[in-house]
């Protein structure tokens, strides 16, 4: 078998059923027999429709994986939406928000990722029925991933500099601790001198005085022998002076 049924549940995409590429095992006249059957196939898709899958496939790659030593491929479906297709979008939407239980607001990678899988079943099935209406919506879908990247980067920058200012804020705090602790000790070394110095100053200040107290003493002992002295010279003076009667 080169095909086989297999309903993809992990995506909202719809895809095809995958086709098996390449069988190692498989014989020269297996691959001859397949060959004309894909060629006839490939010759009955008009050139619009091959255009469309062209679009869809640039849009929406292919899927391709290894099983049991052969290569299975799976294309995007090319089948037009019905309404019916659109309403049970939504619900499967909305069972997958509330199965992978998807936050309601803020920053959800869940949320984003079922939003971008919507989108982009969204774009196959308008592509179908209008590739450059498509293409136009696969511009705005990569426009807003460019932004939420940029925003992304910036978000990481931010935060990468907030540490690193927040690291540099703890490192000059550290510093400033230090000195702090280093003028606590020169103001507590400032504290010491100024209580010596008063200390000197008065010790100096007290032999001031006791000195100036001598000075004035020995200077009012002089004072007094002196007067003592002159009284006494006075006198014999006015003993040699005066009248002998």
């Known amino acids: 078998m080169s095909e086989r049924i297999m309903v993809d549940t992990s ?7 995958p086709i098996l590429v390449i069988k190692h095992d498989m014989s020269r006249k297996e691959i001859a027999s397949i060959q004309p059957c894909k060629a006839k196939s490939t010759g009955a ?10 679009i869809l496939n640039s849009i929406l790659p292919p899927k391709e994986w290894e099983e049991e030593g052969q290569t299975w491929r799976q294309h ?3 089948t037009p939406a019905t309404r019916q297709d659109v309403v049970n979008l939504q619900e499967q939407l909305d069972m997958k928000l509330q199965q992978r239980q998807a936050r309601e607001t803020g920053i959800c990678p869940i949320r984003r990722e ?21 293409l136009l919506l696969l511009r705005v879908r990569d426009e807003m991933r460019m932004t939420i990247e940029a ?3 910036l978000y990481c920058s931010s935060i990468a500099f907030g540490m690193r200012k927040a690291l540099q804020s703890e490192q000059g705090k550290t510093d400033l601790q230090k000195d702090v602790d ?4 020169e103001r507590t070394d400032l504290e010491r001198q100024l209580a010596d110095l008063r200390q000197r100053a008065e010790q100096a200040d007290r032999r ?23 009284q006494q010279l006075k006198a014999q003076l006015e003993g040699i002076i005066a009248p002998k009667k």
């Not at 995506?11 to 059923?17: A, G, P, R, S």
């Not at 079922?114 to 498509?134: D, K, M, S």
């Not at 280093?182 to 000790?185: A, V």
């Not at 001031?208 to 002159?230: D, V």
């Open 76 to 78: 995007v479906s090319t």
């Open 114 to 134: 079922l939003y971008t899988q919507c989108f982009n079943e969204v774009i196959r099935q308008v592509t179908i029925n209008c590739a450059e209406r498509g």
């Open 11 to 17: 995506t909202l995409v719809k895809y095809d059923n």
């Open 45 to 54: 898709v008009t050139d619009a429709k091959r255009e469309t899958e062209e």
């Open 151 to 153: 925003f992304q980067a």
């Open 208 to 230: 001031a005085a006791e000195l100036r107290q001598a000075e004035e003493r020995k200077h009012a002992e002089e004072i007094s022998f002196l007067k003592k002295t002159n």
């Open 182 to 185: 280093q003028l606590k000790d």
